[in-house]
């Protein structure tokens, strides 16, 4: 039974109050990215009006103040994630940074021709194209497991996929298109048992559900602020201690290093050897602040919320003539793609729009799940915390009048 109480939230985001196109706004968007509590929004300008410095470097109060508040940050996430220590917690642009920086600094220096690197077509580009470039790099072979007919990742497939070559396996934990659940604890298992490394795309899955780390059985981690209510530009790569000592930096430059001279440098201890340059400092800040507010609400509480609310709008839109469903039935995430029959998923969300109803329209960045689906792109409707019945609702009816629209 929904949790009448998370429904209450919906004051909390400014922008849920505004009208659009003369209508309610219903956000139904939030894989894309997340609308951002009154809270996080006053952590960035508190951050920019009371202590904005840069960090690690000079020993002024200013400057002292926000490299406490941007270590705290990253205390907070290692926190939330279970991470046996801050160090393990690296600050990047979000998932898609976070990924390349393992295929970069760990899959460039260890893979070598022959090898394998187990994926799925279910991936994000994000968490497909670092694979293959660092295939060609390196000459290992991608490797796919191959998708039940309703959208899954069977262990039987799995272990089909991994294999005694296998040295890298890159899925997600959850899809940002199909709502497909991954058995990613099983997969590590698989994965171990040959002495590959496991890195999970978490960009749809740390947003809605209690993660810890060592109990998912992840080497790497990867996932996004702006889709847990933080701000957009920050992102966490967390990695198992030893694996993060051993692999290279990617970004080279200021506050990365131990020495320098003429010719050389050596690398500064983690987390720093990843974070090259001037971090995202207020980003961090803004990130610990939605994780405070999520965690206020409670992560089980959010993670049965949101996917009764996928569940319930599978069901809805599955029994509405005309309308395609995309995904398994049972479990299904807060996200639900959708195609409106003979209309082009465009059209779909720009009559929704007209009515206060934001939806995503298109691949969503994994064209190769689209062929798998046979449809160049789909609707997607997707909620958060924020989100409720009456938002379902809002979402049929606007299906309803997409049909009226089109005459069908
Ligand atoms: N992986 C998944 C499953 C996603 O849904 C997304 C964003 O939509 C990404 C990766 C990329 O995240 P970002 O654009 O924040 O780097």
Redesign the pocket.
């Known amino acids: 039974m929904m949790d009448v109480t998370l429904v209450d939230l919906k004051k909390d985001f400014p922008i849920l109050a505004r009208p659009i196109n003369g209508h309610r706004l219903v956000y139904l968007d939030s894989?894309?990215?997340t609308q951002k509590p009154q809270v996080v929004i006053d952590a960035e300008v508190d951050f920019y009006t009371q202590h904005n410095a840069n960090v690690l470097r000079s020993v002024h109060t200013l400057a002292e103040e926000a490299t406490t508040l941007f270590q705290n940050a990253r205390h907070t996430v290692a926190t939330f994630v279970g991470a046996t220590r801050p160090e393990e917690i690296v600050f990047t642009?979000?998932?898609?940074?976070?990924?390349n920086l393992v295929a970069r600094g760990f899959a460039d220096k260890f893979l070598k021709p022959g090898d394998e690197i187990v994926v799925s077509p279910m991936?994000?580009?994000?968490?497909l194209i670092p694979w293959q470039q660092a295939a060609k790099r390196t000459g290992a072979k991608l490797r796919y497991i191959e998708l039940s007919p309703d959208g899954q990742i069977t262990l039987e497939a799995a272990q089909a996929a991994i294999g005694d070559h296998t040295r890298m396996v890159a899925v997600?934990?959850?899809?940002?298109v199909l709502g497909t659940i991954n058995p990613v604890a099983e997969i590590a298992e698989l994965a171990h048992r040959v002495n590959a490394v496991l890195v999970v795309?978490?960009?749809?899955s740390v947003p809605h559900q209690p993660i810890d780390v060592s109990q998912l059985g992840a080497d790497f981690l990867?996932?996004?602020?702006?889709?847990m209510c933080g701000p957009?530009g920050i992102?966490v790569l967390w990695g198992r201690y030893p694996l993060l000592v051993e692999s290279d930096p990617v970004i080279y430059g200021g506050e990365m290093i131990t020495y320098v001279d003429r010719e050389t440098a050596t690398w500064a201890d983690l987390p720093e050897k990843f974070e090259g340059g001037t971090p995202n400092i207020a980003g961090a800040v803004g990130l610990a602040a939605a994780i405070h507010y999520l965690e206020g609400v409670g992560m089980e509480r959010i993670q049965s919320h949101t996917q009764e609310l996928g569940e319930m709008a599978f069901d809805r839109l599955q029994a509405i003539p005309g309308v395609t469903v995309y995904g398994p039935k049972r479990p299904h995430s807060a996200v639900v793609a959708f195609n409106v029959n003979r209309v082009h998923p465009h059209d779909v969300a720009q009559v929704f729009d007209s009515l206060g109803v934001a939806i995503r329209a298109g691949h969503?960045?994994?064209q190769p799940l689209m062929q798998w689906l046979g449809v160049g792109s789909t609707a997607r409707a997707s909620f958060y915390l924020y989100n409720d019945h009456q938002d379902i609702e809002a979402l049929a009816h606007a299906i309803e009048e997409t049909k009226r629209y089109f005459r069908q």
């Open positions: 894989a894309a990215t642009r979000g998932t898609t940074e976070s990924l991936e994000h580009h994000s968490n997600s934990h959850v899809s940002n795309d978490a960009a749809q990867a996932f996004s602020g702006h889709k957009t992102g969503h960045c994994a």
